[in-house]
């Protein structure tokens, strides 16, 4: 069993940035996919960017792809999403996520991003 803790959600106007952390503990050896997701009111959860165990590949959903990075720390079981630029529509809760090789992924509580003039 793994657990996330996510912290670094906040209040922020457009073309700010924010540095969301999630940690792992647990069982952190299975993690193979380390990332987040974000749900915003009214619509589905949306996968935004993701790191393999190996740190070989990235992936980044179009709409954050540029703007915002993840950075993976294995030896601090860590994922850091660094969030620049950040649009109106960049507002909703983010959720850390981890997978093990071929199951289902499996979410941390959220915290809010909320980007607003």
């Known amino acids: 069993q793994v657990q996330l803790v996510e912290s670094g959600g906040g209040l922020v106007q457009p073309g700010g940035s924010l540095r969301l952390s999630c940690v792992a503990s647990?069982?952190?050896?299975?993690?193979?996919?380390l990332g987040w997701y974000r749900q915003a009111p009214g619509n589905e959860r949306e996968l935004v960017a993701s790191?393999?165990?190996?740190?070989?590949?990235?992936y980044y959903s179009d709409s954050v792809k540029g703007r915002f990075t993840n950075s993976r720390d294995n030896a601090k079981n860590t994922v850091y999403l660094q969030m620049d630029n950040l649009k109106v529509e960049d507002t909703a809760v983010y959720l850390c996520?981890?997978?093990?090789?071929?199951?289902?992924?499996?979410w941390g509580p959220g915290t809010q991003v909320t980007v607003c003039s």
């Open positions: 647990g069982s952190t050896a299975s993690i193979y996919n």
């Open positions: 996520y981890y997978n093990t090789w071929g199951r289902a992924p499996c």
């Open positions: 790191t393999t165990a190996g740190l070989t590949t990235n």
